[in-house]
């Protein structure tokens, strides 16, 4: 079975650009999670869906950033415009809905440089 | 809110023995998950082992057991028989299993763990 599909796999560009990362969940996956990770702060939440609606987006650090998920099998996370202090790595997981210990499963991350 | 603590930013281990990782976690929620997930060198995540608050009785995967103390709120990860592909980052995550709580993992800092020949 695929796993999480996250792209690009590395994505180095100039301040000011817009950065989008792309994420394709697990088939049947209904949550859908985007992470950051720095060595500042670790790993933190920025924002979820279930069923494609943002349930929680309290991570999202500021107006520059915007997720979606148009359909059940794709979302992305948008800077705009970026900053050298966005240089981390992105992760997406999934995981299906619900109160069960269903683990996140995660992709490969997207390791973005801002110049 | 939630937080997680790991006190031990690195660790090593001689190949074959035994290693334990740390863990805390402050929370005021009597219902939740704790993971352990190993980030290594080639940066993917990966779930190790998984425990449900509500059971009492430690989580086993094979070469991979945590001691969960509720009253304490302690999660660590013990490693039995280390080889050299365990060498990587550790991470312990919280995740709230309340009622119309947040699905979201809190992470600890991370634990690198070196795995010595």
């Known amino acids: 079975d695929a796993g999480v599909i996250q792209s690009p796999r590395h994505e180095v560009t100039e301040m000011g650009q817009e950065v989008t990362l792309r994420c394709k969940p697990i088939s049947g996956h209904n949550s859908l999670f985007w992470y950051r990770q720095t060595m500042m702060r670790g790993l933190e939440l920025l924002i979820y869906?279930?069923?494609?609606?943002?349930?929680?987006d309290s991570g999202m650090p500021e107006d520059r950033f915007s997720a979606k998920m148009p359909n059940a099998s794709f979302s992305t996370l948008k800077i705009q415009p970026s900053e050298p202090r966005d240089s981390a790595v992105y992760f997406c997981a999934s995981s299906t809905p619900g109160r069960g210990n269903q683990p996140q499963h995660f992709g490969d991350g997207t390791r973005l440089s801002i110049l | 809110a939630q937080t997680v603590t790991q006190s031990q930013p690195e660790m090593s281990v001689q190949e074959a023995e035994t290693v334990t990782l740390s863990c805390t976690y402050d929370t005021s929620e009597s219902d939740y998950y704790l993971f352990w997930y190993k980030q290594p060198p080639s940066r993917q995540m990966i779930l190790v082992i998984r425990q449900e608050a509500y059971k009492q009785q430690n989580a086993t995967e094979n070469r991979f057991s945590v001691n969960f103390q509720k009253a304490a709120k302690s999660f660590s990860l013990k490693i039995s028989d280390s080889q050299l592909g365990d060498a990587a980052m550790y991470f312990c995550?919280?995740?709230?299993?309340?009622?119309?709580?947040?699905?979201?993992?809190?992470f600890g800092k991370g634990t690198k763990l070196t795995v010595n020949p």
């Open positions: 869906f279930n069923n494609n609606v943002p349930i929680d």
């Open positions: 995550a919280y995740r709230s299993r309340a009622q119309g709580g947040s699905e979201k993992l809190v």
